[in-house]
């Protein structure tokens, strides 16, 4: 065992990085134990010096962040600040500085990760981020190490907590939109500008990274089609309820049948209630992984919070330490097989359909000729009249999201049609 111990620089002290720092003073011994030589915490960076810190040594308290990685004798940086900057200049510093990286920060990694690979590649370090994707779940090492000899297919995900929790509370207490983000907020799960959650900016993120991971290629953030949330109502719940199924924010990652190109994608869509991600309830997440060989996997927990972001945290600080010990690097970025992006007109997918109409002779035909001219194949139609008006919904055969939209559009374009009350897309079938 190793006596000199190896020294951690923490950037951000704020929700995670100071249960990162209680776990590394109170499992001290066990996480010697595990490395083979002690790890000490040698500096905490931070924005604002004068905050009481329980359990940190005012003396390792530093604004300094950049001076703190370029002092000489630190092994690896822990980076828990979030954001692009100033998180990326000082990754990057680290790795100019022979420092290894742990990083919790998904916008950094979804938006720069190639770049930041490349950097720890090109110095012979370690970039980890199990923290990055679903807080406590292991998926990140998981998708790049205990599945590499394996090809994965299709990763379906709730990857965001806040929108699964509101999304749980519309659907068991049939509340709508805005009364289920006002408990969500009132509980602390949604943050005062839910923005980033609710348009699904942050799964979108999420969907990025492991997208690369799960196909070996690069895939921007830009890549990745996305809609929000925030028009679900509950009308879709009492829809999705009769025809047996919920509604999610899902991630949505597949590769084409003939292999020659992925998509990515984040939308709410409707589920069947006997799909497993169907009873992930509140605000955890669920990842769903289908592999040619393994089969279909479930990862399933916590996705945000401290000590369950920390625990990922902890877990990575571990590997590279024990990495670095033995000289060596664990996986960098495999993106070898550089598959195309696919736009969202090519996934193949069903819609469930509502719409408004007239309820007279010949409307029905006129709905299904539409669907027909655009090649859709019509899976079931229920019709409601009421006073000369009726609500009709159609629920679809799969077909290219293209052809389903290009529907919708002529659809608004007919008199009879009097609205296209909602759209969902229907998957997990
Ligand atoms: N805001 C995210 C969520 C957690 O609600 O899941 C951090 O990614």
Same mark, same amino acid.
């Given at each position: 065992?190793?006596? *000199?111990?190896?020294?951690?620089?923490?950037?951000?002290?704020?929700?995670?990085?100071?249960?990162? /720092? *209680? &776990?590394?003073?109170?499992?001290?011994?066990?996480?010697?134990?595990?490395?083979?030589?002690?790890?000490?915490?040698?500096?905490?960076?931070?924005?604002?010096? @004068?905050?009481?810190?329980?359990?940190?040594?005012?003396? #390792?308290?530093?604004?300094?962040?950049?001076?703190?990685?370029?002092?000489?004798?630190?092994?690896?940086?822990?980076?828990? &600040?979030?954001?692009?900057?100033?998180?990326?200049?000082?990754?990057?510093?680290?790795?100019?500085?022979? &420092?290894?990286?742990?990083?919790?920060?998904?916008?950094?990694?979804?938006?720069?990760?190639?770049? #930041?690979?490349?950097?720890?590649?090109?110095?012979?370090?370690?970039?980890?981020?199990?923290?990055?994707?679903?807080? /406590?779940?292991?998926?990140?090492?998981?998708?790049?190490?205990?599945?590499?000899?394996?090809?994965?297919?299709?990763?379906?995900?709730?990857?965001?907590?806040?929108?699964?929790?509101?999304?749980?509370?519309?659907?068991?207490?049939?509340?709508?939109?805005? !009364?289920?983000?006002?408990?969500?907020?009132?509980?602390?799960?949604?943050?005062? $500008?839910?923005?980033?959650?609710? !348009? =699904?900016?942050? +799964?979108?993120?999420?969907?990025?990274? %492991?997208?690369? &991971?799960?196909?070996?290629? *690069?895939?921007?953030?830009?890549?990745?089609?996305?809609?929000?949330?925030?028009?679900?109502?509950?009308?879709?719940?009492?829809?999705?309820?009769?025809?047996?199924?919920?509604?999610?924010?899902?991630?949505?990652?597949?590769?084409?049948?003939?292999?020659?190109?992925?998509?990515?994608?984040?939308?709410?869509?409707?589920?069947?209630?006997?799909?497993? %991600?169907? @009873?992930?309830?509140?605000?955890?997440?669920?990842?769903?992984?289908?592999? !040619?060989?393994?089969?279909?996997?479930?990862?399933?927990?916590?996705?945000?919070?401290?000590?369950?972001?920390?625990?990922?945290?902890?877990?990575?600080?571990?590997?590279?330490?024990?990495?670095?010990?033995? !000289?060596?690097?664990?996986?960098?970025?495999?993106?070898?097989?550089?598959?195309?992006?696919?736009?969202?007109? $090519?996934?193949?997918?069903?819609?469930?359909?509502? %719409?408004?109409?007239?309820?007279?002779? =010949?409307?029905?035909?006129?709905?299904?000729?539409?669907?027909?001219?655009?090649?859709?194949?019509?899976?079931?139609?229920?019709?409601?009249?009421?006073?000369?008006?009726?609500?009709?919904?159609?629920?679809?055969?799969?077909?290219?999201? +293209? +052809?389903?939209?290009?529907?919708?559009?002529?659809?608004?374009?007919?008199?009879?049609?009097?609205?296209?009350?909602?759209?969902? *897309?229907?998957?997990?079938?």
């Amino acid at each position: 065992m190793r006596t *000199r111990p190896l020294k951690v620089a923490l950037l951000g002290c704020g929700v995670v990085g100071s249960e990162v /720092a *209680r &776990i590394m003073t109170t499992h001290a011994d066990d996480l010697t134990q595990r490395i083979g030589a002690p790890v000490e915490l040698a500096g905490v960076a931070v924005r604002r010096p @004068s905050k009481v810190r329980e359990g940190i040594d005012p003396e #390792l308290v530093t604004t300094d962040a950049t001076a703190l990685l370029k002092r000489g004798d630190i092994d690896i940086a822990i980076e828990v &600040i979030g954001g692009i900057e100033p998180a990326r200049t000082l990754i990057t510093t680290a790795f100019e500085h022979g &420092i290894s990286v742990v990083s919790a920060n998904k916008a950094l990694l979804a938006q720069d990760g190639a770049a #930041l690979h490349a950097a720890a590649e090109q110095h012979g370090l370690d970039l980890y981020y199990e923290a990055a994707v679903a807080g /406590a779940i292991p998926l990140v090492r998981p998708m790049r190490e205990s599945l590499a000899g394996d090809k994965i297919n299709r990763v379906m995900g709730i990857v965001n907590g806040t929108t699964n929790f509101i999304l749980d509370k519309m659907d068991s207490t049939g509340a709508g939109y805005q !009364e289920a983000l006002d408990e969500a907020t009132a509980l602390g799960y949604a943050e005062a $500008d839910p923005t980033a959650d609710v !348009e =699904g900016y942050d +799964a979108a993120a999420k969907a990025a990274i %492991l997208a690369g &991971i799960a196909f070996h290629t *690069r895939v921007r953030l830009d890549d990745v089609y996305r809609e929000g949330m925030t028009e679900v109502s509950a009308a879709d719940f009492a829809s999705a309820k009769r025809m047996g199924c919920t509604i999610k924010l899902l991630a949505i990652l597949e590769r084409a049948a003939d292999g020659e190109s992925v998509t990515a994608r984040v939308h709410p869509a409707m589920i069947p209630l006997t799909h497993p %991600l169907a @009873s992930v309830r509140e605000a955890y997440n669920a990842v769903f992984v289908e592999a !040619e060989a393994a089969g279909q996997l479930m990862f399933y927990g916590p996705g945000a919070g401290g000590a369950p972001t920390a625990s990922a945290v902890l877990g990575d600080l571990v590997a590279v330490a024990r990495n670095k010990l033995a !000289e060596a690097t664990g996986p960098g970025e495999s993106a070898y097989t550089q598959l195309p992006v696919s736009p969202m007109g $090519d996934v193949v997918t069903r819609y469930h359909i509502s %719409l408004d109409v007239a309820d007279k002779p =010949g409307v029905l035909a006129q709905v299904a000729t539409t669907f027909a001219e655009h090649g859709v194949s019509i899976d079931t139609v229920r019709q409601q009249g009421k006073d000369g008006e009726a609500s009709l919904v159609v629920v679809t055969h799969r077909a290219p999201d +293209a +052809a389903l939209s290009g529907t919708v559009e002529a659809l608004r374009k007919l008199d009879t049609v009097r609205g296209v009350a909602s759209i969902m *897309r229907v998957e997990g079938e």
